[in-house]
């Protein structure tokens, strides 16, 4: 269906369809310390943003608010039009809405990895058990880990918790999907089979805000770069603009201690 283009007017009165998630002028602090300082930021819908910053510039708190894990000072957040429900019933229908998956897995430790999958969809979703079976079913065999799914967490290895978290997350359908640092809790030789099934979600057109250390899944999987210090948006642009033409003196300084290694 194409979009008919709104006029300039309607332009500014209305957030674009495409735009999913808006955040618009965002503060927020613990005790006194700002950690995130007049954030603007729009994600469009099918876009990956990564985020990317030293430690402490906010990048996970940026991610964590917009699902309210963290709860904002001043300005507003927006998805899909609607602005970011307080709590209750509202709050848990956005949460269903949007995925999470973090550095540690949060797998229910005496459920199987099929069951972890199924949990959401049953009990929030409220779908019928055998059609949610059959989709968790085909998610994990999606994420590379079908043959695990009568397993415990703790018979996995992490690269292989993590892409059960991300199967669980997708088992809701969501609209956009939150990664604060996903595979910063595993082993080197793990972090590849988990970014693969990441840079697949971004070429199928999942909305993703992805935290992350990993400057070769920004460079490729990206369409946007957000680069973050002291709690503010210091730099955004395409990967190659930001990766080999840095505006900023932070971001140069940035790049350049860690691409030296």
Known sequence: MSQVPLSKDAEDATPLAEDLVVLDSVNKHFGALHVLQDINLTIKR???????????????????????????????????GAPLPQEGRDLARLRADV?????????????????????????????????VEAKARALLDRVGVGNQADKFPAQLSGGQQQRVAIARALAMEPKVMLFDEPTSALDPEMINEVLEVMQQLAREGMTMVVVTHEMGFARSAANRVVFMADGRIVEEAEPHQFFDNPRSDRAKDFLSKILQH
Do not use: W, Y
């Open 46 to 80: 099918g876009e990956v943003v990564v985020v990317i910053g030293p430690s402490g510039s906010g990048k996970s708190t940026l991610c964590r608010t917009i699902n309210r894990l963290e709860t904002i000072d001043s300005g507003t957040i927006t998805i899909d």
């Open 99 to 131: 995925g999470m998956v973090f550095q540690s897995f949060n797998l229910f430790a005496h459920k199987t990895v099929l069951q972890n999958v199924m949990l959401g969809p049953v009990k929030v979703r409220k779908q019928p058990k055998a059609e």
